[in-house]
């Protein structure tokens, strides 16, 4: 909750990223509050308000997954919506004459999109969904100490180009709408 909150104005991928590993977290706990208070909140040098806030917080969470139907597998509606936007804005950035670059950026991604597509055998919703989950499935691999084919390090390089330039127009939009649409 601490993190996620000055993520998601900071940097909107690595929001979503910090909430797809909550959302693992709270699978590993099996959905037990009192686990997850005494193996990660207490471990917080913070206030008693702020613990408190953070229970509330996972207990939100794992109610919204249970709710969702994704206590075993999948994304909260939340985060799915905001790949949704990620996704339109990437769209539309697409069909701006002015967006040379971010162009440019795709285009060296989208042979490694569709790769990526094609092992994840329909499971993603769009090409940012697709770049997001190589991008957490390296984070996955990097935790677990395995080793990442050159092939695959250079893939998930095209996905960071794009998303980190994807990201920083998301901001830009939140902070300037006139701009865009």
């Not at 037990?32 to 040098?45: A, F, H, L």
């Not at 996972?58 to 999948?74: D, H, I, P, R």
């Not at 499971?123 to 935790?143: F, P, Q, R, S």
Request: hydrophobic share 40%; net charge negative.
């Amino acid at each position: 909750m601490l993190i996620s909150s000055e993520l998601k104005q900071t940097n909107i991928a690595e929001y979503i990223l910090y909430m797809w590993q909550t959302e693992a977290i709270i699978r590993a706990f099996n959905f037990d509050i009192e686990k997850i208070k005494s193996e990660i909140i207490e471990k917080y040098e913070v206030s008693d308000d702020v613990k408190e806030n953070l229970i509330s917080w996972y207990k939100s969470l794992s109610q919204m997954a249970e709710l969702e139907n994704v206590k075993k597998s999948g994304h909260l509606q939340i985060l799915r919506n905001i790949v949704n936007d990620l996704n339109d804005l990437h769209l539309w950035l697409l069909n701006q004459s002015t967006e040379i670059q971010y162009k440019q950026t795709f285009d060296i991604a989208l042979p490694h999109i569709k790769a990526l597509e094609e092992k994840m055998q329909g499971t993603e919703e769009n090409d940012i969904d697709v770049c997001l989950n190589g991008l957490y499935a390296l984070m996955l691999l990097k935790m677990q100490k395995k080793e990442i084919s050159s092939d695959t390090q250079t893939a998930i390089e095209t996905f960071r180009k794009l998303i980190a330039l994807l990201s920083a127009k998301y901001k830009d939009r939140e902070e300037h709408p006139e701009k865009y649409y």
